[in-house]
C-alpha cells in the first residue's frame, strides 16, 4: 500500500531539514583543519601584525595544528628568555610574522562542530550581575554603562563575552556579565575598579581618561614598552612609559597652568617647581617632573612613565607590563560613570560543562525511551510508539535550529526549557492518543479537531506564565523561558499537526 503524506507531514519534514543545516553546517567552517582565535590582546605584538579574533590558525613555524594540543605543544617554552623570537603563524587565508619576546596573549579553541552557542554553563568562565552603588539605574543609564564596559573589556582582548542590561520584576536594572574561560577573581578586577583617571598639577586637573581630553594613546612601537629593568634592595623593578595624545583643550589647560609655574634647578636638570601627578581611583599612582621647555607650551604629546616590582626580573617585567595596560586601557575608555558592585558572583568548569552535556544527552534519551514503553504498554501498538518518538526527537532538533539561526546561547536553564517543551509534548500527543481511542461516534479528523482546541487552550495558558520568565531573577531564567517558548510553538504550529496526520495515517492503514 502506498503512503501519501500530507502537506502538514511535509512541512515537518521540510522545517526538521533545515534545522539540521542550521545547526551543522557553517560554511567557514566546513571542511576546515585547525584552531580558531577566540580572542587576542590588542596591545600584543601578534594583534599589531594582523591577527584577529575568528581567524583559523592552521600552521605555526610550519609544523601543522589541527588541535588546541598541538598548538599548546608548539608554543609550550617558546619565549623563555628577553630576546625577540620569530613566529611564523599561518591562517586559512595569510601568513603573519611575528617577533616577540613574551607571549602572543592568544586564547584558541577547536573548530566548532556545530553552530550551536552554548552559555557559560556549558562552555566554563564567569558571570556577574552588577550594579551601580547607591545609585538606581535609569534605562539609558545601564545603556551607556553596558557600553563603557565593552570598550573597557574589547580593550583588553575579551571577545568571548556577553554583556547586557537585564531587570527584575520590580524593574530594577542590573549589568549582566559573562566571560567564557575566565574565573571570578578575572572578571571582580575586571569590574571593581571605576577607572577614574586624572593628572594634576597641585589641586588643578589637567585632563582625564576617555575620548574628551585624551586623542589617542600609543600601545606599541618606540612609544610604548618598557624602557628599563634593575634589582633592587629587595626583588627587581622594572619602569615602563607611553605616548599620550591630548585634545587641544587639554594642551591649553596644560600651558596655562604651567605658564604661572616656577623653575627650579637640579642636578638633573632644570624642571617645574610642581609636579605631573597621575591618580588612579584617586590614589596616586606616579609624579612626573615637568621640564622646563614646557612651561607655558602648547603641546598635544606627552609621556606617562610608571613601573612595576617582583621577586625576580621575569616577575618585574610582567608587573610592569600589567600596570602599563591598565593605564593605557582607562586612559583610553575613561571611568566607569558609577561605582559598581557585584550582586551575584559565579563560575563554573569546563570539565563539569562537559560531563553535564553528556548527562544530559543520555537523561533525554532515556526518558524518550521511557515515553515509548508507557505509551506501548497503554495502547499496545508498536506503531503509535514510532511516530511518538520520531516527533519529540524531532521537536528537540527544531528547537535546537531555531536557536542556532537565533544566536540563542545554549545554557542550563535552556537546556531545562527544552525538556520542559517536550515533556508538554509529550502530554499533548497523549491527549490526541486519548481522543482517538475514545468510542464515540466522531470521525478522526474530529476527534483531533477536538484535541487541538485542548492543546490550544493549553498552550496559550503556558505562554502567558512564561513571560514574566524573561525578566525574573534579573534575567537569568531568560534562557528557560525562550527555550521553553520555542519548543511549545514549533509543538503547536509544526509538530503536533505532523503528528495527527501521522496517527491518522497509521489508523487509516488499519
Known amino acids: 500500500m502506498k503512503i501519501k503524506f500530507t502537506w502538514k507531514i511535509w512541512i515537518w519534514i521540510i522545517v526538521l ?37 575568528g581567524q583559523i590558525i592552521t600552521a605555526i613555524d610550519g609544523k601543522t595544528i589541527t588541535s588546541i594540543d598541538d598548538f599548546s605543544k608548539t608554543m609550550e617554552g617558546k ?17 603573519y610574522i611575528i617577533y616577540s619576546n613574551q607571549s602572543l596573549n592568544i586564547l584558541v579553541s577547536d573548530l566548532p562542530s556545530t553552530n550551536l552557542k552554548t552559555g ?49 520584576l520590580a524593574g530594577n536594572n542590573y549589568m549582566l556579565i559573562e566571560i567564557a574561560g575566565a ?68 594642551a591649553e589647560k596644560h600651558a596655562n597652568i604651567t605658564n604661572g609655574l616656577e623653575v627650579n634647578s637640579t642636578s638633573q636638570g632644570n624642571y617645574l617647581s610642581k609636579k605631573l601627578d597621575l591618580y588612579l581611583d584617586d590614589n596616586l599612582v606616579e609624579s612626573l617632573l615637568i621640564s622646563e621647555s614646557l612651561k607655558g607650551r602648547v603641546t598635544t604629546q606627552i609621556q606617562i612613565s610608571g613601573s612595576g616590582t617582583g621577586e625576580t626580573k621575569e616577575e618585574a617585567y610582567d608587573n610592569a607590563i600589567n600596570e602599563m595596560n591598565k593605564l593605557q586601557t582607562v586612559l583610553i575608555t575613561g571611568s566607569l560613570p558609577f561605582k559598581l558592585e557585584i550582586v551575584k ?19 533525554g534519551f532515556a526518558s524518550l525511551l521511557l515515553v515509548g514503553i508507557v505509551i506501548f504498554v497503554k495502547y499496545r501498538k508498536l506503531k503509535l510508539v514510532v511516530p511518538s518518538f520520531l ?27 527544552i525538556l520542559a517543551a517536550i515533556g508538554t509534548g ?44 524573561l525578566w525574573a531573577g534579573a534575567g537569568l531564567l531568560r534562557g528557560f523561558a525562550i527555550m521553553t517558548i520555542i519548543g511549545i510553538t514549533i509543538g503547536v504550529l509544526i509538530t503536533r499537526p505532523a503528528f495527527a496526520d501521522l496517527i491518522k495515517l497509521v489508523e487509516d492503514k488499519e
Open 426 to 469: 509529550i502530554d499533548d500527543q497523549i491527549v490526541m492518543l486519548d481522543e482517538i481511542k475514545t468510542k464515540e461516534v466522531l470521525t478522526i479528523k474530529q476527534k483531533i479537531k477536538r484535541a487541538f482546541g485542548i492543546i490550544l487552550g493549553a498552550y496559550l495558558t503556558v505562554l502567558v506564565s512564561l513571560l514574566p520568565l
Open 17 to 53: 531539514i533545515f534545522s539540521l543545516i542550521s545547526i551543522f553546517y557553517n560554511p567557514n567552517y566546513f571542511m576546515q583543519k585547525g584552531v580558531l582565535i577566540n580572542s587576542i590582546e590588542q596591545n600584543s605584538s601578534a594583534f599589531e601584525e594582523g591577527l584577529r579574533q
Open 120 to 168: 557559560l554553563d556549558l562552555s566554563g568562565g564567569a558571570r556577574a550581575l552588577v550594579k551601580a552603588q547607591n545609585h538606581e539605574l535609569t534605562s539609558s543609564e545601564i545603556n551607556d554603562l553596558v557600553n563603557v564596559v565593552s570598550n573597557r573589556l574589547n580593550v583588553y582582548g575579551i571577545s568571548d563575552m556577553t554583556i547586557r542590561s537585564v531587570s527584575d
Open 345 to 363: 558572583l559565579d563560575t563554573i568548569s569546563p570539565t563539569l560543562g562537559e560531563n553535564f552535556s553528556k548527562y544530559i544527552f543520555f537523561a
Open 183 to 250: 574565573t571570578p577573581k578575572d572578571l571582580e578586577n575586571l569590574i571593581s575598579q571605576q577607572g577614574k583617571f586624572e593628572a594634576k598639577i597641585g589641586n588643578q586637573t589637567i585632563f582625564i581618561g576617555g575620548e574628551q581630553d585624551i586623542t589617542s594613546v600609543s600601545r606599541s612601537g618606540q612609544e610604548s614598552g618598557i624602557y628599563s629593568c634593575a634589582q633592587a634592595a629587595q626583588g627587581y623593578f622594572c619602569e615602563f612609559r607611553f605616548t599620550v595624545y591630548l585634545s587641544e583643550q587639554a
Open 79 to 95: 619565549f623563555n628568555s628577553h630576546e625577540k623570537i620569530k613566529t611564523t603563524i599561518t591562517t586559512s587565508k595569510d601568513e
Open 391 to 417: 516527533i519529540c526527537t524531532s521537536e528537540i532538533i527544531i528547537t535546537l535550529g531555531i536557536a542556532s539561526i537565533m544566536g540563542q546561547d545554549l545554557d542550563l536553564p535552556g537546556i531545562a526549557g
